[in-house]
T-cell receptor, first 110, second 115 residues
Framework: KNEVEQSPQNLTAQEGEFITINCSYSVGISALHWLQQHPGGGIVSLFM???GKKKHGRLIATINIQEKHSSLHITASHPRDSAVYICAAILDGSGSRLTFGEGTQLTVNP | SQTIHQWPATLVQPVGSPLSLECTVEGTSNPNLYWYRQAAGRGLQLLFYSVGIGQISSEVPQNLSASRPQDRQFILSSKKLLLSDSGFYLCAWSPLAGGLPDTQYFGPGTRLTVL
């Protein structure tokens, strides 16, 4: 069983919809990243958070340490948001090493 | 500003041939450096990380090795490639943060196909 799990694996939405991607983890962590991977493979770090909530433009990331759960929300989704979104956790005692979820393939149709 | 370079961008190699992928970081000193692999249809996996010159930690047993000959240079190598080495290889760096977690910045990646 992976220590970091994401859901759903695949998500298709219509432009303008509100999107939520979930990430849960089974052990203690010091921080959690949300990453975005575009079809060419390049990866961009969207957020790193260890508590509470962060917002950047139409993206919002939240984390609940007690429940071991994080969510990535996209408001007013757009076709250019289509990408793979990856949750990655820094497990306690692992220094700065990331443990990755399997990723969520998001497709936003116009 | 900091930038991270990887080359080559794509590579097709026969089974049994050697491999050398290079990653360099500009605009920062003493970064933590990482090599990741993403096999087809699978998630990212950490292969190696380095906190300083000559200091390499391996996460998974494999026929790959890594070296850090200079502060901002990280090299991934193999003496004999296997078919299972095919994948997308990503280099990343993060600031030296005194043991505290920090953002990781990813390179553009190298797509390796072993035939």
């Amino acid at each position: 069983k992976n220590e970091v799990e994401q859901s759903p694996q695949n998500l298709t939405a219509q432009e303008g919809e509100f999107i939520t991607i979930n990430c849960s983890y089974s052990v203690g962590i010091s921080a959690l990243h949300w990453l975005q991977q575009h079809p060419g493979g390049g990866i961009v770090s969207l957020f790193m958070l260890s508590s509470g909530k962060k917002k950047h433009g139409r993206l919002i990331a939240t984390i609940n340490i007690q429940e071991k759960h994080s969510s990535l929300h996209i408001t007013a989704s757009h076709p250019r948001d289509s990408a793979v979104y990856i949750c990655a956790a820094i497990l306690d005692g692992s220094g700065s090493r990331l443990t990755f979820g399997e990723g969520t393939q998001l497709t936003v149709n116009p | 500003s900091q930038t991270i370079h990887q080359w080559p961008a794509t590579l097709v190699q026969p089974v049994g041939s050697p491999l050398s992928l290079e990653c360099t970081v500009e605009g920062t000193s003493n970064p933590n450096l990482y090599w990741y692999r993403q096999a087809a249809g699978r998630g990212l996996q950490l292969l190696f990380y380095s906190v300083g010159i000559g200091q390499i930690s391996s996460e998974v047993p494999q026929n790959l090795s890594a070296s850090r000959p200079q502060d901002r240079q990280f090299i991934l190598s193999s003496k004999k490639l296997l078919l299972s080495d095919s994948g997308f290889y990503l280099c990343a760096w993060s600031p030296l943060a005194g043991g505290l977690p920090d953002t990781q910045y990813f390179g553009p990646g190298t797509r390796l196909t072993v035939l």
